[in-house]
């Protein structure tokens, strides 16, 4: 089976850089992506990583150590825009993704 | 590229009614999943077809729930006999090839009264 765990919530403060973790136990990994969810809106694709290391795409970066079953996506520069929740998923043996409870971001002006 | 296509947006019925969700993906999108969401929780896989084929369904929740992609098209996902505990966004995600990120419709609201 797989497992994620993120934190629950996380408050920062609107132009400061906000670091949310990600920690996963799972048989076969095929990918770990990060999605951005807003109230009442579907999920949104953020970032894929699937190789150690960090991807970077604009304000959004993410990272992965596969040995460690860790992931984290960085913002930079917040705004009050991305309040939001954003999801890690691990994509397991099966090519099926497994999401956690997400992780509710409110930026404060 | 329209984007995933889910209907209807909100459904409200009563305990025992069957439901019935369609979605529509983005048209060059080979792989269709199912998901349930509930409040303050991540989506929560259901079902997916590969074409026309169901790869896996031992997920849905009961045997109430089933799910068809007949053409390898359009997918439908049915609820018999709703419960109370059906009430939930039940998400619909496309995606080109495997391991792919997923594309994600806005949802089907189901409220069981």
């Known amino acids: 089976g797989q497992n994620i765990d993120q934190p629950t919530e996380m408050t920062a403060t609107e132009g400061a850089i906000v670091q949310i973790n990600c920690t996963y136990q799972t048989s076969g990994f095929n990918g770990l992506f990060w999605y951005q969810q807003h109230a009442g809106e579907a999920p949104t694709f953020l970032s894929y990583n699937v190789l150690d290391g960090l991807e970077e795409k604009g304000r959004f970066s993410s990272f992965l150590s596969r040995s460690k079953g860790y992931s984290y996506l960085l913002l930079k520069e917040l705004q009050m825009k991305d309040s939001a929740s954003y999801l890690c998923?691990?994509?397991?043996?099966?090519?099926?993704?497994?999401f956690g409870r997400g992780t509710s971001l409110i930026v404060h002006p | 590229d329209t984007g995933v296509s889910q209907n209807p947006r909100h459904k409200i019925t009563k305990r025992g009614q069957n439901v019935t969700f369609r979605c529509d993906p983005i048209s060059e999108h080979n792989r269709l999943y199912w998901y349930r969401q509930t409040l303050g929780q991540g989506p929560e896989f259901l079902t997916y077809f590969q074409n026309e084929a169901q790869l896996e369904k031992s997920r849905l929740l009961s045997d109430r729930f089933s799910a068809e992609r007949p053409k390898g098209s359009f997918s439908t996902l049915e609820i018999q006999r709703t419960e109370q505990g059906d009430s939930a966004m039940y998400l619909c995600?496309?995606?080109?090839?495997?391991?792919?990120?997923?594309?994600f419709g806005d949802g089907t609201r189901l409220s069981i009264l």
């Open positions: 995600a496309s995606s080109q090839i495997t391991g792919q990120p997923q594309h």
């Open positions: 998923a691990v994509q397991g043996g099966s090519y099926i993704p497994t």
